[in-house]
């Protein structure tokens, strides 16, 4: 299993009237916890899709348990529980300074070749940097 945690503040633009960060602000935080995650796994994006593969999310799904406020500070856990093949799937868990549980979500992201629109298997390159994570 793979985990990364990055952490955000968050800004007033990003919250609604009633002071909450706004729920729809959330895909964002996870996508820049999920491009962090990738990068310490040793690949970014940038890289991913240079070498010809995009990442499109199939699914995406939350739960919300409590709000975030302008200026709080967040901390976003990212986790991959099993070495994707066509799929990848990423686990979070944000959380506030006091360590309570906000939300937690899931996506899913399908590996597909670029040139051809078609799904793929992950490439090999990818593959093997959850080696040290995972009994592959």
């Known amino acids: 299993m793979f985990t990364k945690e990055i952490e955000l503040r968050i800004r ?9 960060a706004y729920y729809g602000n ?7 916890a999920r491009v962090e995650a990738m990068r310490a ?4 994006y940038k890289d991913i899709e ?13 739960r919300y348990k409590k709000p975030a406020f302008y200026d709080d500070n967040i901390t976003i856990k990212v986790t991959i529980k099993e070495v994707p093949k066509f799929r990848f799937g990423f686990h979070y868990e944000t959380r506030n300074d006091k ?6 979500a899931f996506t ?7 040139q051809t629109g078609r799904p793929m298997v992950i490439p090999e390159n990818l593959r093997l940097l959850f080696k040290p994570y995972f009994n592959t």
Do not use: H
């Open 108 to 114: 899913e992201l399908v590996f597909v070749n670029k």
């Open 41 to 44: 796994l040793g690949m970014s």
């Open 50 to 62: 240079d070498s010809g593969v995009i990442l499109p999310v199939k699914e995406f799904s939350v």
């Open 99 to 104: 360590r309570e549980v906000l939300n937690t």
């Open 26 to 32: 959330y895909a964002t935080y996870f996508e820049v």
């Open 12 to 20: 007033y633009a990003e919250t609604d009237r009633m002071g909450y």
